[in-house]
């Protein structure tokens, strides 16, 4: 059964630090997302992309961070100065299409991104 | 604003003792509640999507109901294997009222199977 991977399991960094958290989402969905979790609390929202741009964002995704689709099968994350407050699960997830019946989103096993 | 209410936060169970969990939501037009399982560390696996008022779906010892404002997922017969976070969550929309898909989800039921 096709499903959403992620690159790598676990990274610790630096503070003030870049780190590219990667994904492969499912080969023939359209819709991409990011997603993180703190420690004990919700799921939240950070990006979603389509059609190579992206389609919204949260407050949370400030200019520190970005995301690329570079080839037909990666999907990255990127955060250019990391803060100790970045430090949480990180998700990417994806979905077929637009239309009612392709609404559910699949998601990866979650990069942990620990910032020291 | 759009908001999605889990309840109870946590829940102990015996093995064979069946329950339910509750998933609250206010939003405007909905397009689907899903229903999510989530293991320690892991991402969130895909259990339901319910769509409409009265639709009902059903995986192994799993049963989700949809309401106008409520979803109820029914556990009978739990087992330890059981044991995960559950999270529900809708489709949201932005300020101008279109939806690419994100996604607003619950705080989670924990629930625990005790042998």
């Known amino acids: 059964e096709p499903e959403v991977t992620q690159t790598p399991s676990h990274q610790v960094t630096q503070m003030g630090q870049e780190v590219i958290l990667r994904c492969v989402p499912i080969s023939n969905h359209l819709y991409f997302y990011w997603y993180r979790q703190i420690l004990g609390q919700k799921v939240e929202f950070l990006v979603s992309?389509?059609?190579?741009?992206?389609?919204?964002k949260s407050e949370i995704f400030d200019d520190q961070f970005s995301v690329e689709r570079p080839d037909g099968s990666n999907f990255t994350l990127k955060i250019r100065s990391t803060k100790l407050e970045d430090s949480a699960m990180y998700f990417c997830?994806?979905?077929?299409?637009?239309?009612?019946?392709?609404?559910?989103?699949?998601f990866g096993p979650g990069t942990r991104l620990t910032v020291t | 604003e759009d908001q999605v209410t889990q309840s109870p936060e946590a829940l102990r169970l015996q093995e064979g003792e069946s329950s339910s969990l509750n998933c609250s939501y206010t939003?405007?037009?909905?397009?689907?509640l899903f229903w999510y399982r989530q293991d320690p560390g892991k991402g969130p696996e895909f259990l339901f999507t319910l769509y409409s008022a009265g639709e009902e779906k059903e995986k192994e010892r799993l049963k989700a109901t949809l309401t106008k404002k409520e979803s109820f997922l029914h556990i009978t017969a739990p087992k330890p294997e059981d044991s995960a976070t559950y999270l529900c969550a809708v489709p949201t929309s932005n300020a101008g009222g279109t939806s690419y898909g994100k996604l607003t989800f619950g705080q989670g039921t924990i629930l625990t199977v005790h042998p």
């Open positions: 997830a994806s979905r077929k299409g637009l239309n009612i019946a392709s609404y559910e989103q699949y």
């Open positions: 992309f389509y059609n190579n741009e992206i389609s919204e």
């Open positions: 939003v405007s037009g909905l397009r689907g």
